[in-house]
């Protein structure tokens, strides 16, 4: 016959609550020796009171025994985020494997592959699928002529205003290769007429020298000075 367990609860009597945690104290702090001396175990005990009181027991030294437990409590922790990672890195990799298998299939049916197994909703769904895939790229091809064309009016009216600029310096430049021309001409026009007149002065002199201007009696043949 299995006997029901008795359900502990709070000592509401406070002499009765202090005697029984003396008794219960005492026999805890038995336990532990005799645990650490018959089976050769680190044992560390703390209680306090009701009052606050402190009492403890250490097989070696408390502070010692409190640092282990803080070490193997913090590896412990360390173990298990470790595990718990791994299994969160498995969980990943099941999903993406999974995630891959699905894309590769749906990328076969908008193949026109494997669709022997179809059902007809599936069908439908993967014809919706390519219709709205073509009106993306339709979109898109649209967008980038759009695009191209725009670029090519930009550098149509660049080009446009270059040419204006180099037609511009042209006329410049040959408005003044114009002047510059009259200017050489008449320049070389003035030259030839200082040289014209160099040359009638020239003339003038020689004239002037070659006249006779002394006096002869008789005929020529027999003309003598005077």
Do not use: W
Request: charged share 30%.
């Amino acid at each position: 016959m299995v006997r029901g367990k008795t359900q502990m609860k709070r000592i509401e009597n406070a002499t009765s609550r202090q005697v029984t945690f003396s008794k219960r104290r005492s026999g805890l702090l038995k336990k532990a020796f005799e645990l650490s001396i018959l089976c050769d175990a680190e044992v560390a005990l703390i209680i306090f009171s009701p009052r606050g009181k402190l009492y403890e027991f250490a097989s070696s030294s408390m502070q010692a025994t409190l640092e282990r437990y803080e070490k193997h409590t913090k590896d412990n922790q360390a173990n298990n985020k470790s595990v718990a990672s791994e299994q969160n890195v498995q969980h990943e990799a099941t999903s993406m494997m999974k995630e891959i298998e699905n894309l590769e299939v749906s990328k076969r049916k908008l193949l026109g592959e494997s669709l022997g197994v179809c059902t007809v909703e599936e069908l439908q769904e993967v014809e919706q699928q390519l219709e709205k895939s073509v009106n993306s790229i339709r979109a898109r091809k649209t967008q980038v002529f759009k695009e191209q064309i725009e670029q090519l009016r930009e550098k149509e009216r660049v080009l446009t205003a270059e040419n204006e600029r180099l037609t511009e310096k042209a006329r410049v430049l040959t408005a003044e290769n114009e002047r510059l021309t009259e200017t050489c001409g008449a320049m070389q026009l003035r030259q030839q007429v200082c040289e014209q007149r160099e040359n009638l002065a020239s003339n003038e002199s020689s004239t002037s020298s070659d006249v006779e201007t002394e006096l002869y009696i008789g005929p020529p043949d027999r003309r003598t000075k005077h």
